[in-house]
């Protein structure tokens, strides 16, 4: 564990967190993509489901736990309790042009060839693009609530911190995970344009709004 | 060392 991936860990949380903060006090999920939260589920359940048979510590368990059952929870908020807010018009993004190919390159990228490796990599990949509905929607309807930018930011950061995270272990450790570091900067990119509006407007205290 | 990474990242 270094200072990078800690900090990491702790921004994904608390991108999390901010999330349920925005559904529970708005009593709505308005602009939050359901099928985004639907990927995020299949991520952590093809990768976390590891806790029956791999134990790295406490943290990494709790952890583990904390987001398959968080994000269940926002899935059954969306589809159950605050469903009349949820508007599924304006979340039009084709997800089996995600999962198809995520399923192709992790069945030829993948450290073993085992169903355990093979939905590590899928797991893997697919995060990377997991968000892009959600962008597709913000991008779509051009603006977005303050807190709705500052979950897609904690998300954002939490990617970014990963990646001195690794230089660091390549360093200090000699590890290198080319599938883990590929995907980690690609999902990264993908906040670019996002990080630029946040930092530029939201944070000055602006509305989030897109260019038309 | 091991070809397969300890993942023991989240």
Sequence with gaps: ?212 | GNPVPQHDEL
């Design chain 1, 1 to 212: 564990m270094n200072l990078f991936r800690l900090l990491g860990d702790l921004s994904h949380l608390a991108s999390i967190l901010v999330l349920l903060h925005k559904i529970q006090t708005s009593r709505s999920c308005r602009g939050i993509s359901f099928k985004t939260q639907a990927l995020y589920v299949a991520v952590f359940v093809a990768r976390y489901l590891d806790l029956f048979w791999r134990y790295i510590s406490l943290y990494n368990s709790a952890m583990k736990v904390f987001f398959i059952g968080s994000s269940c929870y926002i899935l059954y908020l969306m589809k159950y309790r605050y469903r009349p807010t949820n508007d599924p018009s304006i979340d039009t993004f084709r997800i089996e042009y995600l999962l198809v190919p995520c399923a192709i390159l992790s069945l030829i990228f993948n450290y073993n060839f085992m169903p355990t490796e093979i939905l590590w990599s899928f797991s893997i990949f697919l995060e990377s693009v997991a968000i892009l509905p959600q962008l597709f929607m913000l991008q779509r309807t051009g603006e977005a609530e303050a807190i709705t930018t500052h979950y897609l930011a904690a998300l954002g950061i939490y990617r970014a911190l990963y990646i001195p995270n690794w230089i660091y272990r390549y360093f200090t450790e000699g590890v290198i995970d080319p599938i883990a570091v590929t995907a980690g900067i690609v999902q990264t990119g993908l906040y670019l344009d996002f990080f630029y509006v946040y930092f530029t407007k939201v944070l000055q205290g602006q509305k989030f709004e897109l260019p038309a």
